[in-house]
């Protein structure tokens, strides 16, 4: 065993107290973080001062906080005793540079726990030295999805969500200029795996503001995740009776595929509709969705694909706020009539490098579970279209669309690619932007004195190093 200092403290060997011998050396790590994509596969890499090789020193990369070991390389072997057992099968030492003053261990499928400090440890004989760096480990997560969870106070409140992102991603609110809205809720949790999940809710108070966008930021790999939501106009159709109104909304209601929706009618002026035969039918009377009478549910005439699925919101029966078809006690009947347009958002858009050519650089962007078909644009940094080389839309047996667009950038400033995925009824968007080392790496016959490396994870986006 080694005599270690605790974390925070440089190693000093017990031949050369507070100093270095003839026979000594130091040890530098990496000035700045290593960032490591959630999932991939990481190097952290120590150099050794002067260049001597490591091939038949004593190596070990520890956990800062708690001195346990990473990784261990002794007598020209990699040891598994003493190992952390949740590194075990993940490490291995990348054996091209032992010889040039360099050690470095590649850590595979990178996990959250892993964030953080390490320390590497170089010992010859009796003498050793350490260093510390960083790993910074980032994933993106889904797409955030916006909803609307109902009328609060003098405006509407509106919710967004996203999972699986890590660290804690930076959320923000903007209108339609681009303003950012200060005033809204913000909720974070973690789950088992340490990936946090965001939820922030805003109310939209001015019905003029028209799209608003949810954005969702990993602050670490500077890459970003929005939606954009249309407000429709707040019209009212009003329906003129002796004694009530019903009023339902003018344009029809958009319901996320496999998730709730409200479909809401209220009665002017406000009364309680306890007493009232309240029924929800599709397209002809006889089609009951859903049945409310003499203060309770009537499931009889309910379509058999709507029972256990239909129920009424009876937080506001008493302010008269139900849904679709109102009968009175009595004769006095009224009705509005109201349209549930269902879309799917899908899983997001992915973009990626299918690989470079003779004339630029590949791109493709998909996603899938989309309805109804989407609206696909590629644009550059500064918003201006790009058209697609190519487009391919297909539908799966449940009528859900797919897509794969393709684009071929031939120009070398365009440094950054938006492709964005629009849903052509209300504007909901998605939009994915990936970042090209185009300054630095050339295409075709132009000049490559710079070469540029290039990496793709399947579902995160492209990586690129220029050295």
């Known amino acids: 065993m080694w005599d270690l200092p605790g974390p925070g403290h440089e190693p000093v060997s017990p ?99 892993e964030n953080g400090l390490y320390t590497c440890f170089f010992r010859k004989g009796g003498f050793y030295k350490g260093a510390s760096l960083e790993l910074k480990v980032a994933g993106v997560g889904s797409a955030p999805q916006v909803r609307i969870t109902g009328p609060e106070e003098d405006g509407v409140r509106v919710v967004c969500t996203a999972s699986g992102w890590f660290p804690k991603p930076q959320v923000q609110w903007r209108d339609l200029s681009g303003e950012k809205f200060l005033a809204f809720s913000e909720a974070h949790s973690q789950d088992a795996e340490g990936l946090f999940s965001v939820e922030v809710a805003l109310v939209v108070r001015d019905s003029s503001a028209g799209n608003v966008t949810c954005s969702v930021l990993n602050t670490v790999l500077g890459q970003e995740k929005r939606m954009v939501w249309s407000f429709l106009k707040k019209l009212q159709i009003e329906l003129p009776y002796d004694s009530f109104l019903v009023i339902g909304p003018s344009e029809p209601i958009v319901a996320v595929l496999g998730a709730d929706t409200v479909l809401p009618c209220r009665v002017s002026p406000a009364m309680s509709v306890e007493n009232m035969e309240i029924r929800l039918f599709h397209s002809q009377f006889s089609d009951a969705v859903y049945v409310y009478q003499n203060g309770m549910e009537q499931a ?41 347009k269902v879309i799917s958002l899908g899983s997001g858009t992915h973009i990626f490098m299918v690989g470079p050519e003779d004339e630029g650089i590949r791109l493709k962007c998909t996603g899938k579970g989309w309805f109804p078909q989407p609206e696909i644009q590629w644009e550059d940094a500064k918003g201006e279209k790009i058209p697609s080389l190519a ?61 540029g490396i290039f990496m793709t994870w399947d579902g995160l986006d492209l990586l690129g190093v220029c050295f």
């Open 15 to 113: 031949a050369s107290p507070g100093g270095l011998s003839t026979t000594g050396f130091f040890v530098a790590g990496p000035s700045d973080p290593i960032v490591a994509v959630l999932g991939g596969d990481t190097v952290l890499p120590c150099h050794v001062f002067p260049p001597i090789s490591a091939e038949d020193m004593e190596l070990r990369w520890l956990r800062s906080k708690s001195s346990e070991a990473v990784f261990i390389y002794q007598n020209r072997v990699e040891q598994d005793e003493g190992q952390m057992a949740r590194y075990a099968g993940r490490t291995s030492l990348v054996s091209d540079f032992l010889a040039q003053e360099e050690a470095a261990v590649r850590i595979q499928r990178v996990q959250v726990s």
């Open 300 to 340: 009889g005439e309910q379509l058999v694909d709507f029972k256990g699925r239909a129920e009424l919101v009876k937080d506001y029966i008493t302010e008269g706020r139900v849904a679709v078809r109102m009968t009175a006690s009595g004769s006095q009947t009224m009705e509005s009539v109201l349209e549930l």
């Open 391 to 451: 487009e391919d839309k297909t539908q799966d047996n449940d009528g859900l669309f797919q897509f794969e667009a393709s684009l071929l950038v031939r120009d070398r400033s365009k440094t950054e690619v938006s492709c964005s995925m629009k849903n052509p009824f209300f504007g909901q968007e998605q939009v994915e932007t990936i970042f090209i080392p185009g300054q630095c790496c050339s295409f075709g016959g132009q000049d490559r004195s710079k070469e």
